[in-house]
């Protein structure tokens, strides 16, 4: 794909370098580790490039993971288990993902979320809703990270008919 970035010998640069990704988005301390580590084969200056950032506070895995998990309930509506997914796809702790999606628990409404995507997606649909649209909004919502128990009451809500969870749980 792309050829090995220009090799870092300074930690002035390193730091630099991670200074400026930083400026782009926040970075959890895994990613910028790995980040550094593509840019220098010295192993040590990459440590101190990283013991640098975390003194400055400019790198916090507890304050990344609340950010990340109240940007993504509030602005692209997802549920918990899609949140901690791809929390821990970024090197994120289970304990700071546990304490981000508390947090952020206390402030939204799952079933609200569920609700408002149901709505939304009921719009889009021409004709009847038959089995085969439940069963698509129904795994659209639990990748999108609700859980099952949640999707399936509010799904049964809204359309006042029972969900058919046999043939929906074995797609």
């Given at each position: 794909m792309f050829s090995k970035?220009?090799?870092?010998?300074?930690?002035?640069?390193?730091?630099?370098?991670?200074?400026?990704?930083?400026?782009?988005r926040a970075h959890s301390v895994h990613e910028m580790k790995k980040k550094?580590?593509?840019r220098s084969d010295n192993e040590l200056l990459v440590q101190l490039v990283m013991a640098r950032l975390k003194?400055?506070?400019?790198?916090?895995?507890?304050?990344?993971?609340?950010?990340?998990a109240r940007q993504r309930t509030e602005s692209r509506k997802q549920g918990k288990f899609r949140i901690a997914r791809d929390l821990r796809g970024r090197?994120?702790?289970?304990?700071?993902?546990?304490?981000?999606?508390?947090?952020?628990?206390?402030?939204?409404?799952?079933?609200?979320?569920?609700?408002q995507r149901i709505e939304r997606k009921l719009?889009?649909?021409?004709?009847?809703?038959?089995?085969?649209?439940?069963?698509?909004?129904?795994?659209?919502?639990?990748?999108?990270?609700?859980?099952?128990?949640?999707v399936r009451r509010e799904l049964k809500a809204v359309t006042r008919e029972e969900v058919p969870e046999a043939e929906m749980e074995s797609e």
């Open positions: 970035p220009r090799q870092l010998e300074t930690e002035s640069e390193l730091y630099d370098v991670a200074v400026r990704a930083l400026m782009r550094l580590e593509r003194e400055n506070g400019m790198i916090d895995d507890a304050r990344y993971a609340k950010q990340f090197g994120i702790p289970d304990r700071h993902i546990e304490a981000a999606l508390d947090e952020t628990a206390k402030t939204t409404d799952e079933g609200a979320m569920v609700r719009r889009s649909y021409r004709g009847e809703l038959d089995e085969k649209k439940m069963a698509s909004m129904y795994r659209s919502l639990l990748r999108a990270g609700f859980s099952a128990d949640v």
